[in-house]
């Protein structure tokens, strides 16, 4: 299974960028895949997932209203569209899969792979 994250970049305060993942070696439709995020000296923490062919999408409140999680089957591919980004989003952004998550509390250690990450660098 690979995973690999890109779309990552510098933006100013306020702008959107979208990241992707592409997955290879997997059935897409059959897992959950997530977004978490890691910034320097903080923990991994969840951000958005997407489950059940995108029926089901999740957010961690602080990025709810300004970022959208979206998938294609078809290309084994997600998004991650970031809107009104703030400097507080500033992290290292990782993509993974898993075959089960817990919608009320989508838990790093719960993933199954993960890809590389991308590096999201929002500016003031």
């Known amino acids: 299974v690979q995973l690999q994250a890109s779309g990552g970049g510098l933006v100013q305060a306020g702008g959107s960028l979208t990241l992707s993942c592409a997955a290879s070696?997997?059935?897409?439709?059959?897992?959950?895949m997530s977004w978490f995020r890691q910034a320097p000296g903080k923990e991994r923490e969840f951000v958005a997932a997407?489950?059940?062919?995108?029926?089901?999408?999740l957010y961690a409140e602080s990025v709810k209203g300004r970022f959208t999680i979206s998938a294609e089957n078809t290309k084994n591919t997600m998004y991650l569209q970031m809107n009104s980004l703030k400097p507080e989003d500033t992290a290292v952004y990782y993509c993974?899969?898993?075959?089960?998550?817990?919608?009320?509390?989508?838990?790093?250690?719960?993933?199954?792979?993960w890809g590389k990450g991308t590096l999201v660098t929002v500016s003031s």
């Open positions: 997407i489950r059940w062919s995108g029926l089901s999408k």
């Open positions: 070696g997997l059935t897409f439709s059959r897992f959950a």
């Open positions: 993974a899969a898993a075959t089960r998550i817990n919608p009320t509390n989508p838990d790093k250690n719960g993933m199954d792979y």
